[in-house]
Nanobody, 130 residues
Framework: QVQLVESGGGLVQAGGSLRLSCAAS??????????MAWFRQAPGKEREFVAA????????NYADSVKGRFTISRDNAEKTVYLQMNSLKPEDTAVYYC?????????????????????WGQGTQVTVSS
């Protein structure tokens, strides 16, 4: 079993920045070969894809709504994935979830659907005030 714990959420003014972290533990002590992603869920809305990164870190993919403002990265030695969020907008307000996918194939069909992910964190709240 893999445990994912997000941190770094909080309250920020529009135009500000936050960096989310997601630390993995459990089975990752022997391997940390997962496609990693961030999803978010705003109040009254369905959870949506935000960004994903391949297990080696060479490939990334972003939702159009965050492209150019958010950056996903990972440190496999630390078993941690990050989401740097800049130029935040009120519409970025949501609970942000980290997810791990054992399937290492990095195509849109494998990285964007929630159902493709095997492990999830509990989420961290991000609130952007106007």
């Amino acid at each position: 079993q893999v445990q994912l714990v997000e941190s770094g959420g909080g309250l920020v003014q529009a135009g500000g920045s936050l960096r989310l972290s997601c630390a993995a533990s459990g089975r990752t002590q022997t391997r940390y070969r997962y496609t990693m992603a961030w999803f978010r869920q705003a109040p009254g809305k369905e959870r949506e894809f935000v960004a994903a990164i391949s297990w080696g870190g060479s490939s990334t993919n972003y939702a159009d709504s965050v492209k150019g403002r958010f950056t996903i990265s990972r440190d496999n030695a630390e078993k941690t994935v990050y989401l740097q969020m800049n130029s935040l907008k009120p519409e970025d307000t949501a609970v942000y979830y980290c997810a791990a996918n054992e399937n290492l194939i990095f195509t849109l069909a494998q990285i964007r659907p929630q159902a493709e992910y095997d492990y999830w964190g509990q989420g961290t709240q991000v609130t952007v005030s106007s």
